[in-house]
């Protein structure tokens, strides 16, 4: 009877364990983050949420305190960007490396190279989480793909293509490692693969423009999604030559691009809640937002992806063994 009785209770407790898990037990929301760097760049930076699928851009409470953050993303759940001005134990100001809290949007100093440098696209590896960071040769003077220390701001060369711009780093899931070049003329912006032990790139799409943005536009920053879909901001006019607006004025729109074909879907208007376009932006990334018994964990959206745990059934599995073996041990200790 107590052995019927102990089944009858493991019966119940999975019955319950799988009634309670039928919906998630957990909330993800995945996030896309902006920067924007107002009409100069001597503005303060400021950070964003975006609504991808109305282009409705939200403040974070507070600015950033960093001027002209030109690129950022999440490394382990913590947003890192490249901004001027960063000032290290007050005695010099160079443009470096700031970790940013997501919530409140406040910026803080890790450092920087102490010398001419300046960041076009950042993104960090979905295996060895190491960031990644690239320095056009004409703002920078260690110019070529390279890492980030996440310690100290200090860059660390790995060679390349340096002679164009190159804006919007961002790594697939596989660890393919993408780029956005603007040679500043009115021709189309190109995707490129970088090898990330050499810095060297292989063509792979031009892009393919549609209304209201055309070539000559500038593509200012991209990233892939949980869905390993590649976003990416893309400014009317170049700065340099293409169609409006100086290098941080003009509208900018939120797309989706095919890195191997250059397809573009319909561009978003990137917006403040009143309508108005936001000038400026410079950096893009997405993060994983999981509500777990009321605690927020922030999760790399390639972190998820390696993790396979874009299905419920993985967090299942620990609370159904868990309740087996609990049945277990009331059998043995019954008998």
């Known amino acids: 009877m107590k052995r019927k009785n102990a089944l009858m209770a493991i019966t119940l407790a999975s ?28 503005s303060p930076s400021q950070l964003w949420t975006v609504d991808t699928t109305t282009g409705i851009a939200t403040p974070l409470p507070s600015p950033v305190g960093f001027e002209a953050c030109t690129s950022m993303d999440f490394v382990a759940g ?37 010398g001419g440098q300046n960041y076009g696209g950042m993104s960090t590896h979905p295996i060895s989480a190491i960031l990644y960071a690239f320095a056009p040769a004409a703002f920078s003077t260690s110019p070529g793909l390279g890492t980030m220390s996440l310690g100290t701001g200090l860059f660390t060369s790995i060679g390349g293509v340096v002679s164009g711009g190159g804006n919007g780093l961002a790594f697939a899931s596989d660890g393919t490692l993408y780029i956005a070049r603007d040679d500043g003329s009115a021709t189309p912006d ?92 410079d950096g893009i990334a997405f993060l994983i937002d999981v509500q777990v018994g009321g605690m927020s964990i922030p999760i790399n959206t390639s972190a998820l992806l390696l993790a396979g745990a874009q299905s419920i059934s993985m967090w299942m599995i620990p609370v159904i063994l868990a309740g087996i073996g609990i049945g277990v041990f009331v059998i043995k200790r019954r008998n």
């Open 190 to 281: 190109t995707i490129n693969t970088v090898s990330i032990a050499s810095g060297a790139e292989t063509p792979s799409a031009t892009i393919g423009y549609v209304s209201p943005l055309s070539d000559g536009d500038r593509t200012t920053a991209m990233d892939f999604s949980v869905t390993n879909t590649l976003w990416a901001a893309i400014k009317v006019g170049s700065g340099g030559g293409g169609t409006g607006g100086g290098q941080n004025t003009g509208d900018t729109y939120l797309v989706t691009l095919d890195p191997t074909t250059g397809a573009m879907n319909t561009p978003l208007l990137i917006k403040d809640s009143v309508g108005s376009a936001i000038v400026g932006v």
């Open 78 to 114: 913590v947003l890192h960007a490249a901004c001027e001005s960063v000032t290290i134990f007050g005695l010099f100001t160079e443009n470096g490396l700031i970790s940013i809290d997501h919530l409140t949007g406040i910026g803080t100093a890790i450092g920087n190279n102490g």
């Open 15 to 42: 019955v319950l364990i799988l009634s309670g898990f039928s919906t998630p037990a957990f909330a993800a929301t995945e996030i896309l983050y902006m920067v924007s760097k107002g009409g100069d760049t001597q």
